[in-house]
């Protein structure tokens, strides 16, 4: 099989599961992002105005009409002009064009920015919590933890196919690691969105935590 095929098949697979809800519910469960472990942050907050949020990840697609055709909210242009996507596209292309464009660097490169949208999406948690009221928090609370089990999860499972091989040797090669670090990426960033996307609806002000260094 043409490992690049291969490669290409398994991004694909990977990115598109990244909406698909956790099943399982467990305590402390953490999100392991490019080596490191970020617990999810747990209720340390007074309740305010409450949001049902089902136990369960929730399509927020359904929010999409309602987002974008209100002229006074500009929830669509914040997460598109969100910092972490600009420093990581300025990043990205100059790293592609030096002459220190290898697979292990492009990990690493993946690994810092899954690491910044980890960071984010801790901080939207956090800030989400203090919007809930206390049957809410624990909605929210419930699916985080049965997000992080998906997470961990899923990297468990891919883990699986960069270990693949055949008489040829591996069939991914150094390759499947940068595919499974953007997959894990890509993920963590859909989860932020969506945490963003819930507090909008209570509070349309919104700004990331990160600040791009560009």
């Known amino acids: 099989m043409n ?45 305010s105005k409450s949001i049902d949020v089902e136990s ?30 600009k420093d990581y596209a300025k990043e990205n292309n100059e790293f592609q064009n030096s002459t220190d464009f290898n697979t292990s660097n492009w990990v690493e490169l993946e690994a810092k920015y899954t690491r910044i949208w980890d960071q984010e999406l801790n901080n939207i948690y956090e800030k989400l919590l203090t919007k809930l009221n206390a049957e809410d928090k624990e909605s929210l609370i419930k699916a985080q933890r049965g997000w992080v089990q998906y997470q961990t999860n899923e990297i468990e499972f891919s883990e699986h196919f960069i270990n693949l ?3 040829k040797g591996p069939l991914l090669g150094t390759q499947g690691y940068v595919d499974t670090q953007i997959a894990t990426k890509n993920r963590i ?9 819930y507090y909008y609806l209570i509070d349309e002000k919104i700004e990331f935590t990160y600040k791009s260094k560009v």
């Open 3 to 47: 490992r690049l095929i291969v490669s290409s098949f398994l991004l694909v697979i990977l990115t598109s599961c990244s909406d698909t809800p956790a099943k399982d519910i467990v305590d402390s469960a953490p999100i392991k992002s490019a080596g490191t472990e970020s617990t999810v942050l747990i209720d340390k907050s007074t309740n």
């Open 56 to 85: 369960e990840s929730i399509d927020t697609k359904v929010y999409s009409d309602y987002l974008s055709n209100q002229p006074e909210r500009q929830f669509s242009k914040v997460i598109r002009d969100n910092p972490i996507d």
């Open 165 to 167: 091989s055949d008489e």
């Open 189 to 197: 960033k859909t989860r932020t969105i969506q945490l963003y996307e």
